[in-house]
């Protein structure tokens, strides 16, 4: 049989010569681009912080407009806040198991059709629906947001500068939120939630232009995150319907049952769970404990203060929302550069003069307030607010630092999320216990007192216990810049600055 000449192989053409269409192993679908990654993350957290405090100054024309008392208006705002605390504690598990960038683009997305609703809502039973719907899609993207930071620069110090560019998307959020609620209000109280249809739209541009994000199994714990929705839905029920129906009405008695059957069902879920959302030996930590109650202090406090006042200063004297919007400018914006000074102060004098000093601070301003005549102007409440806005920074960031330190490692994530989750709680039974205070306009301005000094009370037990902190619970140097993992959980803040200490170092 004659030898046949050897085929010739062909050759596999270099990558340059392979048409751009080809496949390519190993190769991200889009180019790292961390810029885009930073901005998508920043603008998230901008509309995120936005939506927690432009609300407040529209509330009375949306009940001009909608109809409804005072208990509709509470769930106008607790809606959004008691679905962004409650979800918190697993958000980061979504976060890992389709990847960070899925998950912000589908929080993003629910965020962005939920702000379209609420646009659009007909009457406020849509509205609150919406709203709900909007917090869901927040706890969604508060922690990938720091997990696409994480992923795109993997150098530490440019990271610890693209995190604090991104907190700056929040501290103008803070401080801009009630003046462009009440300028938004001008046109029509729906502006305001319209604001984050193009803002969404950038973000998502920009996310497209990121790299895709790595996933991995990550464990879900469904019966704690079940009883914590609804005990802490029951319980903000039980709130908000005591002042409209009496604390003997029965469906405020059912809603209470169901708050203790609930709670009662996620503390066996949690002791007896493989992989619990609340690991019970952390919230044995004496810091752990002080660190919540002060993070749930600080918010019925200064959350507390700008629905109340809100209220009142359209209500009972008249103001427009922009007028409102503009007498929480000096508490909201000076407080921004109180953080470099409350830093400085935990490093010489360690964490517990900060801490205590700042509440203490907030909850003198907070009696002064109460106990103001009725006939004070406009401009002088806004001045007596400064030591409200002021007291928060100068405690939050060395709490967070406080907390990060005290517990291992791997209990960095959940931590935080515990943290941020009694945050947003302190903010939802402000608005659900004030508001049914309130009430009518009759008694608005003894409710209004009254719920003042009831925060007070709050944030002084607060700083009360933050001087049983011991030397042993200190850390022992500064804060670290740890990185959002799995667990992570952030929140709708009044001073994200605090955000970036609870991030951990892990691959996500």
């Known amino acids: 049989m004659p030898n046949r000449p050897p085929v010739p192989r062909r050759r596999r053409p270099a990558a340059s010569a392979r048409p751009r269409w080809a496949y390519q192993p ?51 705002l607790d809606g959004y806040t008691l679905m962004f605390a409650a979800l918190l504690l697993s958000a980061g598990s979504l976060s890992d198991r389709v990847g960070a960038r899925r998950a912000f683009g589908l929080g993003l997305a629910v965020f962005v059709a939920a702000s379209a609703a609420c646009g659009l809502a007909p009457g406020l039973p849509v509205l609150v629906a919406a709203r709900l719907v909007q917090g869901a899609g927040a706890a969604a993207m508060m922690p990938t947001s720091l ?227 009725a006939g004070t102007p406009t401009w002088a409440l806004a001045l007596l607010m400064l030591p409200v806005g002021l007291g928060g920074p100068l405690a939050m960031p060395t709490t967070t630092a406080l907390l990060v330190n005290s517990v291992p490692p791997h209990l960095t994530g959940t931590a935080s999320g515990v943290f941020n989750t009694s945050r947003q709680l302190g903010g939802a039974l402000a608005v659900a216990v004030f508001g049914a205070l309130i009430g009518g306009r009759a008694h608005m301005l003894t409710g209004l007192h009254v719920s003042l000094v009831i925060s007070a009370v709050v944030v002084c037990a607060a700083a009360t216990a933050a001087c049983f902190l011991r030397p042993a619970d200190h850390p022992t140097g500064p804060a670290p810049l740890p990185t959002p993992g799995a667990g992570e959980a952030g929140g709708s803040q009044p001073y994200p600055e605090t955000v970036p200490a609870t991030m951990k170092e892990t691959g996500s």
């Open 147 to 373: 997990a696409l930071i994480r992923e795109a620069y993997t150098d530490p110090i440019r990271r610890a500068r693209a995190v604090a560019l991104w907190a700056v998307g929040g501290a103008v959020a803070s401080a801009a939120g009630p003046v462009a609620g009440g300028a938004a209000t001008l046109i029509s109280w729906r502006v305001i939630f319209f604001i984050n249809l193009p803002a969404g739209a950038v973000a998502l541009l920009l996310l497209s232009r990121t790299a895709r994000s790595p996933r991995r199994p990550a464990p879900f714990d469904l019966a704690g995150q079940v009883s914590a929705v609804t005990a802490l839905g029951a319980l903000t029920f039980a709130a908000i319907e005591a002042g409209e129906r009496g604390f003997a009405a029965p469906p405020v008695w059912a809603a209470g049952i169901l708050t203790v059957a609930a709670a009662a069902v996620f503390v066996r879920a949690e002791a007896r769970g493989a992989h619990p959302m609340v690991p019970l030996g952390l919230l044995r930590r004496r810091t752990v404990v002080i660190s919540c109650s002060a993070g749930f202090a600080f918010m019925a406090g200064f959350y507390g203060t700008v629905f109340l006042f809100s209220l009142y200063l359209q209500q009972q004297r008249g103001l427009s929302a922009l007028a409102t919007g503009v007498a929480f400018v000096p508490m909201t914006v000076l407080s921004a550069f109180v953080n470099p000074v409350s830093a400085r102060a935990a490093e010489r004098l360690g964490p517990r003069v900060p801490i205590a000093f700042g509440l203490f601070l907030m909850a003198a301003g907070l009696v002064t307030l109460a106990v103001v005549p």
């Open 26 to 76: 190993h190769q991200a679908a889009h180019p790292a681009r961390p810029g885009a990654a930073l901005a998508a993350a920043l603008l998230g957290f901008f509309v995120i912080t936005l939506d927690a405090l432009v609300v407040n100054v529209a509330l009375p024309s949306i009940r001009t407009d909608l109809g409804g008392g005072i208990t509709g208006l509470q769930w106008v």
